[in-house]
């Protein structure tokens, strides 16, 4: 029984680490990687994986804009 809540809390742990964007968001390209110089477009976020990290685990926004996966593919 002890096995099973640890299987479920690591289970758990590891949904609640990922961010939408970077699980559901596809490949990242180089676009979504590299910041803009200065002068240059900025990059547009993705406002449904935005607001979804927010609502379900708000720490996730960490890993998709570390990611790159928030912005939104060119």
């Known amino acids: 029984m002890k096995k099973i809540k640890n299987v479920i809390a690591i289970g758990l742990t590891c949904i609640m680490l990922s961010s939408c964007a970077t ?14 110089a200065p002068g240059q ?3 547009q976020i993705r406002v449904v994986a935005f607001i979804a990290d ?3 685990f708000w720490p996730g926004l960490i890993v998709d804009f ?3 996966a928030i912005y939104k593919p060119k």
Do not use: D, H, M
């Open 54 to 56: 927010i609502l379900l």
């Open 23 to 36: 699980v559901f968001g596809g490949k990242v390209n180089s676009y979504q990687k590299t910041k803009p």
């Open 66 to 68: 570390a990611t790159g």
């Open 41 to 43: 477009e900025q990059r």
